[in-house]
């Protein structure tokens, strides 16, 4: 079973640039959330997707920050513009289910705002 | 507001050691409890789900216990290995509102040969 990939592993852009993130979930799993981890602290959910519906974008900072889940299988998260304190491991991961379903992780993308 | 706390925050020990790393959390209104692994400049690796109605689960040389009353969860590893060296992280998933999963800091673990 193939896991949850996520492009670009790497990212590096001036701040006030834009930058976006994909990610495409275990086939079959209906949700699908975005993460933010800045070094050393635990991850922090930005936004949560049922199919191609949002259930949770309470801390998703909407003034910069944007995603969307087109057809309820890939995702694509963007900043606009970005900040320093955006640099952090993005990641995603999805789950069959919303209740108690295991969640996967991808790889991440790093990304640093110089 | 969940909080998950887990201490201690960086842990080193011998090879071949057992030893128990500690999550903590605010409300006990859950679905349920992950523990996951995450090695440097990786995701996470999910390790162990326990829901709300259990009281642990096992895989391998791991054991997580959940006491949702005291709002505690413990994950023991059994015969320490190098391999184990990685950051270990707990997360909740409420049971009411959004169902929001909130991660603890994570224990940094160092198992050392």
């Known amino acids: 079973e193939a896991g949850v990939a996520q492009s670009p592993r790497y990212k590096i852009i001036e701040k006030r640039q834009s930058v976006a993130f994909w990610c495409n979930p275990i086939s079959g799993h209906a949700t699908l959330y975005w993460y933010q981890q800045i070094l050393g602290q635990g991850p922090k959910l930005l936004i949560q997707f049922q199919n191609n519906g949002v259930v949770d974008d309470s801390q998703l900072p909407k003034d910069r920050f944007s995603a969307e889940r087109l057809k309820g299988v890939d995702s694509t998260l963007k900043i606009q513009p970005a900040k320093l304190e955006d640099s952090a491991v993005y990641l995603c991961?999805?789950?069959?289910?919303?209740?108690?379903?295991?969640?996967?992780f991808g790889q991440g993308t790093r990304l640093t705002v110089v | 507001k969940q909080e998950v706390t887990q201490i201690p925050a960086a842990l080193s020990v011998p090879e071949g050691e057992n030893l128990v790393l500690n999550c903590s959390f605010t409300d006990s209104a859950i679905y349920n409890l992950q523990w996951f692994r995450q090695d440097p400049g990786k995701g996470l690796t999910s390790l162990l789900l326990i829901q709300s109605s259990q009281r642990e689960q096992t895989s391998g040389r791991l054991n997580a216990s959940l006491d949702k009353s005291s709002g505690r969860s413990t994950l023991y590893i059994a015969a320490s290995q190098p391999g184990d060296s990685a950051t270990y992280l707990c997360a909740v998933k409420d049971s009411g509102g959004y169902q929001k999963v909130t991660f603890g800091t994570g224990t940094k673990l160092q198992v050392i040969p």
């Open positions: 991961a999805s789950s069959q289910g919303q209740v108690n379903t295991e969640a996967f």
